[in-house]
């Protein structure tokens, strides 16, 4: 038997080995921190016997299916903790998340955040118990049986909805015994010390607010304490820049219960909002787009040769019009479409770059719902590009540089992941090969690092996706470049050859944003709402230091409103002091002071978020050195952002 190890080494045995032993033959010191193996690209565990020739990685806590792992093992550790000290309590899920994990629990008695200390005193006497970690199987209905004897109907009912022929496994310590697929550390102790309970919330069972509601208890684990203290920073930081928070102080946008999921937009957040658009539409006409708008409500037909209505139709809102079925569009692509074939194109016409900034709307859980971040309505920067098959690696590229170009002005690193076929998807798999091959060669052809990311494509194609990061360390998936063989077959989209001949066309769905909506609330984290000049609702406030010099006040403000520049002015008779603090609150770039002497002189006092007190100037060098910054996208380092 032949494994095939990542570093492309091979290692033969006569006999089946475990994941384990076989870590074990590599290095001891690997077997003692190892997490989980992947055997040709699956996560599994360290008890799995490999019986023939196969690809081998052995994942700790520094891979993140390996950490996932930890934080699942650590899952049960507090579900085991729980059941110590609330017999009671009865276990729904408890998987690993992308920060941590969670279980969904039903109390007999309401938990708060004053058990979190109790729940996590219990916990570390589990991991120091340093009980063995078994997984089993049975059959299923003694795996019922089983389950109805430990009197956890949760567990029931995820049994009987298993397919007849599945594996129904088992994990065990101590005591405590879960139903679960794994895979799992060896035992409690390897879950370490490095946890800690966050929160906990309500959640519907099977996420249906026709079922119950349970309590969700969120945590999550390291493998250092150093770093659990890192991300409990971060996450502190982050409760600082909640977009939700600085948006209603800032006055930026507001949510309803009038329209839940929908946000509304007040005027400052309207001038942040357009400022974004006016930007990308300014990038957008250089790099050879033009710009569309199509309907926000289609017919049904529409959809159905989309692909749209069987795979994506519980998200969408439907709607009768004159006795026929039509729905909200959830996506921009099929009206593009549309534009596309309303008239004949030939190769020439070829690239065909088409933007379209599109209000879509899809039906989001209520339990989902997350400021500007998770909506129901959103603008979406979508762009549609019609090529022949020997542009896609250009027009690729193209989109790259686009998105590169945007994300370097905001100060975003980045990272890519090629994601591949999902399950549910069509077309077939000669298509499928051909762009997967496409987008793979072209990041290939730009040299940009990428990973893979196995099942995570579009239904109708591949996608390369990028994933930021921001000021205090968290990812964001916003960009996507979709390749799509599909849209073009099923609406039979043509173009003239140069041969004279009907050729199809291919075609690339992108955005640089994503969601308008969501990229403005990661902009308000990512600057505390403290903005670049540019960006800034509001760039200049003057600030009268009396009554007197009112009038002064509003020459000043009238120049600067003639330059182009977003000034207000503050009128209220309050001290000066007072004014500068509310200004510095409000998070305004520039404050303009004036009074005797600057009303004497012709000059302005200017303060500045960045660097304080700048000292006194003309009006006219302030104005040219203001622009100068708002043209160049310049983003000073704040000093009291």
Known sequence: MKITLKDGSVKEYAQPMSVLDIARDISEGLARVACAGQVNGETVDLRTVIEEDAQLSILTAKDAEGLGVLRHTASHVMAQAVKRLYPGVKLAIGPSIADGFYYDMEFETPLTSDDFDKIEAEMKKIVKEDLEIKRFTLPRQEAIAYMQNRQEPYKVELIQDLPEDAEISFYS???????????????TKEVGKAFKILSLAGAYWRGSEKNKMLTRLYATAFPKKEDLENYITMMEEAKKRDHRKLGRELGLFMLHDAGPGFPFYLPKGMVLKNTLLDYWRELHKKAGYVEIST????NRSLWETSGHWDH????????????????????NCPGGVLVYASESRSYRDLPLRMGE??????????????????????TQDDAHIFMTPEQIRDEIKGVVALIDEVYSLFGFPYHVELSTRPEDSMGSDEDWEMATSALQGALDDLGLDYVINEGDGAFYGPKIDFHLVDCIGRTWQCGTIQLDFQLPQRFELEYIGADGEKHRPIMIHRVVYGSIDRFIGILIEHFAGAFPTWLAPVQVKVLPISDKFMEYAKSVRDKLDEAG????????????????REAQTAKIPYMLIVGQKEEEEGTVSVRSRFAGDEGGRTLDAFIADILKEIASKENRNAKNA
């Open 173 to 187: 310590q101590g005591e405590f015994v879960d139903l679960c697929a794994g895979p799992h550390l060896k035992s």
């Open 295 to 298: 309907p926000v409500i289609l």
């Open 565 to 580: 520049i977003r000034v207000e002015l503050d009128t209220r008779s309050e001290k000066i002091g007072y004014k500068i």
């Open 312 to 331: 994506y139709k519980n998200n969408m809102y439907t709607t009768v019009i004159d006795d026929q079925d039509y729905a909200i569009k959830p996506m």
């Open 357 to 378: 900034l599109g209000l879509v709307h899809r039906h989001e859980k209520s339990g989902t719902l997350h400021g500007l971040m998770r909506v129901r309505c959103f």
